[in-house]
């Protein structure tokens, strides 16, 4: 347990659905993250929340859709996905601000499937 | 852009052997170092970090990992390793714009 939690840990949808992915970090963190984990590639970083504002959006697709509504609440909308989109969404959570010295503390993942 | 190889997709070794995993990495300022773990249905844990000092960083679980500046590595080692030591090993470089590795997938047999 690293005081960071993501519901629902299981997601199964269809392309035309609207669903929303939550974490939530209880270790007084700033800073926000959404990853995507697929099969045999790395980690790849979607958004960075530092003191609730958007500070890295790494290209990705305006299907998925973040919001973060303070410092301890992430939220991932997905609409109109491709079955390609499936794979585990990791949320993370760190100091944040200016520090030169962060460490990225992660909870246990939403496994999506897109139909 | 910074990015990070580990060379070795899936190693293989019986308990009691010895470990080393390889990461090197591409960034051309100062670096944070990380190498974080995946144990089977577990999410990512912290192993280790280097941020500055001795390059030589010790972790959990009896795990080290040695910083070589002129390399560009951050490799991974474990003098005897345990079944439970299965799982999937992650280097990651950066701060906020961290970058990770494809990930080793390590099989400790019995």
């Known amino acids: 347990e690293t005081g960071v939690t993501q519901t629902p840990r299981h997601l199964v949808m269809g392309m035309t659905n609207k669903k929303s992915l939550k974490c939530e970090q209880h270790l007084g963190h700033n800073a926000m993250y959404w990853y995507k984990q697929s099969a045999k590639k790395p980690l790849e970083l979607m958004f960075v929340y530092n003191f609730k504002e958007q500070t890295e959006n790494n290209s990705v697709p305006s299907r998925f859709s973040p919001e973060c509504p303070n410092s301890s609440h992430l939220f991932l909308h997905l609409h109109t996905l491709q079955p390609e989109d499936s794979a585990l969404y990791l949320c993370a959570s760190s100091q944040g601000g200016t520090s030169k010295r962060d460490t990225q503390y992660f909870g246990p993942g939403t496994r999506l499937t897109v139909l | 852009a910074q990015s990070v190889s580990q060379h070795n997709h899936h190693v293989i070794l019986s308990e009691a052997a010895s470990l080393e995993l390889g990461c090197n990495y591409s960034?051309?300022?100062?670096?944070?170092l990380f190498w974080y773990v995946q144990y089977p249905g577990q999410h990512l844990q912290l192993l280790l970090k280097y941020f500055s000092g001795d390059p030589l960083v010790k972790g959990i679980k009896g795990f080290e990992a040695e910083f070589i500046k002129s390399k560009f590595s951050f490799n991974l080692r474990k003098p005897s390793v345990q079944w439970s030591d299965t799982a999937e090993y992650f280097c990651?470089?950066?701060?906020?714009?961290?970058?990770f590795g494809a990930g080793t997938r390590l099989t400790v047999k019995p």
């Open positions: 960034y051309g300022g100062t670096v944070n």
């Open positions: 990651a470089v950066g701060n906020n714009d961290m970058r």
